[in-house]
């Protein structure tokens, strides 16, 4: 694994978290009690607030809202956009840190950083191995630009918490202030129909509007994941485009009252919040798909874009049209049920139209993702094989649909291993219509075949379409992790974790970093905690025993799910890492090998993980590499 642990591998197991818990400590002391500090109470105050927290598993309390009341006393009623002081305290903090570090504590075993945009410390050891330190690669060069206000979860524009994920963002989007090529988001339309039963309506309308401007290459527009954010929001337009780093904003209303549909949608310029266009369709719900086509030509228009919206392939029968707006919806909730349901739309959108492109594209993502609703780490081969065929009927229909592309290509990679023909689908996805997930498949391409620098650039176009779902933050953070960069994949999902403290992945990617850097008792107290909810988090706990060096408890937790062997619940590919982790390179290699068997997306990384370092000259992980395509 890369980087030294800072305790001495040869104490007494029993001992090892006890060392380094107090090796911190000791290092704590010793920061606060210097000249940087002095004898000013509050900052020496702060900084231990923040290292005891972390070191308690807690770090998901270190963010504005509770640090403002706990350390400065401030009341519940405490507004942090009035009263900054949580912030200009860590700024403050940083730069005595920055201070102690460029002269007393220069040669300092243990360092404690506070990076910037976060509360939760990070903990380096020193001297780092640069033998076994991962390949250099560029790293994305945040914007100059003020410090963003953090961003909270549904976008609460009149609240504190909108700062977080905003920074989040900020700090990994490597996009230029300049407005080249011109921008759009799409916020959702506001739904004023009293019957709540045609939400898929308007939730339908404003996709369809966003792909249709997606096809313009002369116009970068925010995804889905991102502009929904605002969803049942008084939005601040100009707050908006600041966020989403974005020229102009179109938002709207649609009522349907039986066959009637009336839009009214209003095109704003963010610099001055002045209008640029607006318009208003009373129209048969029958002729919804001519609304969208002319609402979008519409703003291109107003955007004096050097080409129009192209004209669609094909015109699809207006029920039709409604059932795959229906199956959208449905497939968005992902569970059981409304997979089913989505399934039976998408079906009789066929009958109906089968020229329909979108529906067999729909048809196939109910396909793919039946998996995930039914909670396992894989399709089956009944699965894989039907959804590839709905896809590339979709592309046969309308070669432009990107998800489309970028998803067999995922088959191509995960499937076949047919990397030559995956890459070939993604360029051609990102080529296409604009889409953050083309781009985060591509990254991911590139990162299983170690051609980081190339990924980052994939990262960048991922990050300025759609900087702020949780789905392209935690995208970002496991590839940064497989690069290595072990700080700042913590980093993003720390803050993840902070918003939706409910969410699994952040918590076992944030033990897993602490595991790979050689801090596995930084590690126990998150997976231990994660247990209440999920309990298969006892292989991530296993995990960190195993790197601790404590053999017997590792293999105590990994029994019982062994024993299910045929149906474990979890990914093969996580007993690999726990095996690997302890040294055991025969089971390391079975689970990998079973791993590789089920298909599991996990097996694609196993070129580059920096847990399987150790084992990458052995033959049969060399053979394993070879079988999958993978050897370099």
Not at 40 to 63: M, S, W, Y
Not at 116 to 134: K, L, N, Q, T, W
Not at 277 to 296: G, P
Request: proline share 6%; net charge neutral; aromatic share 8%.
């Amino acid at each position: 694994m890369p980087g030294r642990p800072y305790f001495d591998k040869r104490a007494k197991a029993e001992t090892v978290v006890e060392i380094r818990r107090n090796a911190v400590l000791a290092a704590l002391d010793k920061v606060v009690a210097s000249e940087a500090f002095g004898k000013v109470e509050r900052p020496a105050r702060f900084l231990r607030h923040l290292v005891e927290t972390a070191l308690g598993g807690e770090g998901q309390l270190l963010k504005e809202s509770v640090l403002g009341t706990e350390v400065f006393h401030r009341p519940a009623s405490w507004d942090p956009r009035l009263d900054p002081v949580v912030r200009q305290e860590a700024a403050r903090l940083r730069k005595r840190l920055a201070r102690y570090y460029e002269t007393d504590g220069a040669q300092d075993q243990i360092r404690i950083e506070l990076p910037v945009g976060s509360y939760v410390p990070v903990f380096r050891s020193r001297p780092v191995e640069i033998a076994s330190a991962p390949p250099e690669t560029p790293r994305l060069e945040p914007p100059v630009a003020a410090p963003a206000p953090v961003r909270h979860h549904r976008w609460l524009y009149a609240a504190a918490a909108i700062l977080c994920i905003a920074a989040t963002a900020v700090a990994w989007r490597a996009f230029s202030l300049r407005e080249s090529p011109p921008s759009i988001a799409v916020l959702p339309f506001a739904n004023l129909t009293a019957d709540l039963a045609n939400q898929y309506f308007s939730d339908g309308l404003t996709d369809e509007i966003t792909d249709s401007l997606a096809r313009l290459k002369t116009l970068r527009v925010i995804a889905r994941s991102s502009a929904f954010q605002a969803k049942g929001k008084a939005a601040d337009i100009r707050e908006v485009g600041r966020l989403l780093h974005v020229a102009n904003v179109l938002e709207g209303t649609v009522e349907r009252s039986g066959d009637r549909v009336k839009i009214i949608a209003h095109l704003e310029r963010v610099s001055d919040g002045s209008l640029l266009w607006s318009n208003t369709y009373e129209r048969s719900a029958s002729d919804l798909f001519a609304v969208q086509s002319e609402l979008a030509a519409g703003i291109a228009g107003s955007l004096r874009l050097a080409a129009g919206v192209p004209a669609p392939q094909h015109v699809p029968k207006p029920e039709a049209h409604d059932l795959v707006m229906k199956g959208a919806y449905d497939v968005q909730q992902m569970t059981t049920e409304s997979l089913i349901r989505a399934e039976s739309e998408y079906r009789r959108a066929i009958d109906l139209d089968p020229q329909y492109a979108r529906a067999y594209l729909g048809l196939g993502s109910v396909k793919w993702d039946q998996f995930v609703a039914r909670g396992a780490s894989y399709q089956t081969e009944a699965e894989r094989k039907s959804a590839e065929q709905w896809y590339r009927k979709a592309l046969e229909l309308d070669p432009e649909l990107s998800q489309a592309r970028a998803l067999m290509a995922t088959i191509a990679m995960q499937y076949d291993w047919d990397w030559n023909r995956a890459e070939s689908e993604l360029r051609l996805a990102v080529a296409g219509p604009s889409s953050a997930a083309a781009e985060s498949f591509y990254a991911f391409f590139l990162i299983f075949r170690g051609r980081f620098a190339e990924a980052d650039q994939h990262i960048r176009r991922m990050l300025d379409l759609d900087p702020y779902s949780t789905a392209t933050l935690n995208n970002l953070a496991v590839d940064r992790n497989l690069e290595g960069r072990f700080a700042e994949a913590r980093e993003i999902m720390q803050r993840l974790a902070a918003q939706y403290p409910n969410m699994i992945q952040p918590q076992q990617l944030i033990g897993a970093t602490y595991i790979e850097e050689g801090h596995p008792e930084l590690a126990l107290p998150i997976f231990r905690q994660l247990k209440a909810r999920f309990p298969q988090a006892s292989i991530f706990e296993a995990m960190a025993n195993a790197a601790a060096g404590r053999r017997e408890e590792a293999l105590a937790l990994l029994r019982p799910y062994e024993e299910k062997y045929s149906n474990p619940g979890i990914s093969m590919h996580w007993f690999a890492l726990a095996y690997a982790l302890m040294g055991d390179e025969g089971n390391a290699m079975k689970w990998m090998e079973r791993s590789a068997d089920r298909h599991e997306w996990q097996a694609l990384s196993i070129a580059v993980n920096p847990v399987f370092t150790p084992l990458r000259n052995s033959a049969g992980f060399r053979a394993l590499e070879n079988r999958m395509g993978l050897a370099r």
